[in-house]
C-alpha cells in the first residue's frame, strides 16, 4: 500500500484519520502504533513481527541500560549496547546482504538506522531511555515515515509523543504539503520515468549519444522527484498527526558542487553517517587526509547501506573520488565561477546515478560508452532518435527544471493562504489522481532500500 494509491488515500488515510481525532489523547498513540502496523501488515505481513522484534529488542535494552536515570556510559551499558546493535545491523545484514534471504523487508534498512540511533542517544545520555514501550514502538513505526524516510532522531518527536494538539491550520498545512508532495511523484516522477523505462527497453548499444544523455538527465529528475515528493508526503502526513518531521531535500540541483549536493540531498541519511560515523572517526579536524579517510569510510558504508552490488559500489567510489578531488582543490576552483560550478553539477551528478540506476555493471559500461561514443561501443540504429523524445518529453524536462528550483516554492508561498494557493492544490490534485487512474501502480524507487 504505496502513498500514491486510491486505496491508502480514499481507504485507510481517512478511516484511520476518522479514529485518530477522536480519540482522546492518552490514547493517541497506541492508536498511531496499531495503525501502523496495520499499515504495514497491509504490504507485508510476513515481515510484520521482525520489525516488532526490533522495537521490544531495543525497549528492552534501553531499559536495561538505564532503568530510571541516566547513570553514566560504564562498562554494562557499552556492553548492552553493542549488542543491541550487534542484533539490529545484523537483521539487516542477513536479510540485505547474505544472499540467504530472496526478499528485503519493506523499509528496515530506514527503521533500522532510527532505532539504532536512539539506543545510541541513550548511550550517550543525548535522550532519557523511554520508559513507554507504547511512545517507543510509536517513533519506529510511524506509518509516514517507516517505508523511506525521513530518518528521524528520536529527540526530534520526543515532546509530541508525550503531548501533542492537531489545530486545523496544522490539518490544512499538512494536507496541502501532502498533495504537493504527491504531485512530485504522480506527475512528474512517473511520467518523466517513462522516457528512462523506454531507454531500457531499446537497449542501451543502440541508442545515440543524445538520447543516452537524455536517459540520464531523465533518471536524475524521476528519482528526485519520486524520493522528494514521498518525503513531502510523508511531512504532511506528520503534520496531520501533530508531528513537525524535518526536511529530507532543500533543492539538491542548485548546488554549485558535489559536496553541497549531498548536503542537500537524502539530508537525514546524512545527518545519520555525519553524527554517528564522521564525527566519531574525527571529521575534518585531523588533516586533510584523516579527512579523505573518514570521508572514504562515510561513502563505503552509505554505498553499501544501498545494497551490496557491484554497481553500488563504483556509484560510491565515483563520489568519494569527486568528493576528495573538491577537497583537495576543486572547490577552489568552482567557487571562482556561478555559471561552471552549476555546469559542473548538473553534468556530474547524472553520471553518477546512472552507475545507482543500472544493476548490470557489464550494461553500465555499455551505456557510459554510448554518452561518450569515443569509446566505441554499439552502434546507434537512429541518429536523430532522440528528437521524437525531446518532442514527447520536451515539457516534462522542463517541468523538473523549474520545480527543482526554488522560485515555485517561493512563489507558492505567497499565495499559500489566499484562493490562488488553494486553486494551485486543487489543480495538482485533480492532476495526480487523473494520472494515477490512467496509469499503473508505480511503487516510491526508495522502496528498494
Known sequence: MVFSSFEFLFRFLPFFLLIYYVTPQKWKNAVLFAGSILFYTAGEAEYVVLLLASVVINYVFGRLMYRDTYEGRGKKQLILLIVALCYDFGVLFLFKYSGFMDKLPLGISFYTFQIAAYIIDVYRGRVPVEKSFIRLGTYVTMFPQLIAGPIINYSEVRMALCSRTVTFEQFESGLKILILGLGAKVIVAD???????????????????????????????????????????????????????????????????????????????????????????????????????????????????????????????????????????????????????????????????????????????????????????????????????????????????????????????????????????????????????????????????
Open 191 to 449: 511520467r518523466i520515468g517513462l522516457l528512462w523505462n523506454n531507454i531500457q527497453a531499446i537497449g542501451f548499444e543502440s541508442i545515440s549519444t543524445p538520447l543516452a544523455w537524455m536517459g540520464a538527465f531523465a533518471y536524475s529528475i524521476e528519482l528526485y522527484f519520486d524520493f522528494s515528493g514521498y518525503s513531502l508526503m510523508a511531512l504532511g502526513l506528520g503534520r496531520m498527526l501533530g508531528f513537525e518531521f524535518p526536511k529530507n531535500f532543500k533543492h539538491p540541483y542548485i548546488s554549485r558542487s558535489v559536496s553541497e549536493f549531498w548536503r542537500r540531498w537524502h539530508i537525514t541519511l546524512g545527518r545519520w553517517f555525519r553524527e554517528y560515523v564522521y564525527i566519531p572517526l574525527g571529521g575534518n579536524r585531523k588533516g586533510k587526509a584523516r579527512t579523505i579517510f573518514n570521508l572514504f569510510v562515510v561513502w563505503s558504508l552509505t554505498a553499501v547501506w544501498h545494497g551490496a552490488e557491484g554497481h553500488f559500489l563504483i556509484w560510491g567510489a565515483s563520489l568519494l573520488l569527486l568528493l576528495a578531488l573538491e577537497k583537495a582543490f576543486l572547490l577552489q576552483f568552482l567557487k571562482k565561477s556561478k555559471i561552471l560550478s552549476h555546469v559542473y553539477l548538473v553534468l556530474v551528478v547524472p553520471l553518477t546515478w546512472m552507475a545507482f540506476a543500472i544493476a548490470d555493471v557489464g550494461q553500465l559500461g555499455v551505456y557510459y560508452a554510448r554518452m561518450f561514443p569515443f569509446f566505441g561501443v554499439g552502434e546507434t540504429v537512429r541518429q536523430m532518435d532522440f528528437l521524437q523524445y525531446l518532442k514527447d518529453y520536451g515539457p516534462l524536462f522542463l517541468m523538473g527544471i523549474v520545480f527543482s528550483t526554488p522560485y515555485p516554492t517561493a512563489l507558492y508561498k505567497v499565495f499559500e493562504k489566499k484562493w490562488l494557493g488553494s486553486l494551485a492544490v486543487i489543480v495538482v490534485l485533480g492532476l495526480s489522481l487523473y494520472y494515477m487512474a490512467v496509469s499503473t501502480n508505480n511503487p516510491f524507487l526508495y522502496f528498494n532500500f
